[in-house]
C-alpha cells in the first residue's frame, strides 16, 4: 500500500470542496493508495502525472508516484472548470 502525502495547496482545495466531495475524494484516495498505476497518465507538460475522477467527473485529484518512497504526492484536486487544475498543478511542480 502507498502511502498518500498532499501538497500544501492541495490540502487546502480539498479542505474547500463540500463534505459530501471530501468523503467521495478521500475513498478515491484509498483506491489510489492500493493500486495507483491503473489511473490515466496526463499528457504534454504533466506526462509523468496521473489523474483520476470524482463526483461525477466534476472534480480531478492530480497526483504523482513516488516508487521509491512507495508514496502518492497528491498534486491538485480541484473542479476541471476551464482546465484550473491541471494549469495549478502544473505551476505547482
Given at each position: 500500500m502507498?502511502?498518500?502525502?498532499y501538497l500544501a495547496e492541495a490540502r487546502i482545495e480539498?479542505?474547500?470542496l463540500d463534505k459530501s466531495i471530501q468523503e467521495q475524494v478521500f475513498?478515491?484516495?484509498l483506491k489510489i493508495s492500493e493500486n495507483?498505476?491503473?489511473w490515466d497518465n496526463l499528457s504534454w507538460n504533466l506526462a509523468w502525472y496521473k489523474k483520476?475522477?470524482?463526483?461525477h467527473k466534476q472534480i480531478r485529484i492530480v497526483y504523482r508516484i513516488i516508487e521509491d518512497k512507495i508514496e502518492v504526492l497528491v498534486i491538485a484536486?480541484?473542479?476541471?472548470?476551464?482546465?484550473?487544475?491541471y494549469f495549478d498543478?502544473?505551476?505547482r511542480i
Open positions: 502507498y502511502k498518500i502525502n480539498f479542505k474547500k475513498k478515491k484516495l495507483p498505476e491503473i483520476v475522477y470524482v463526483y484536486i480541484w473542479k476541471r472548470e476551464n482546465k484550473k487544475v498543478a502544473f505551476k
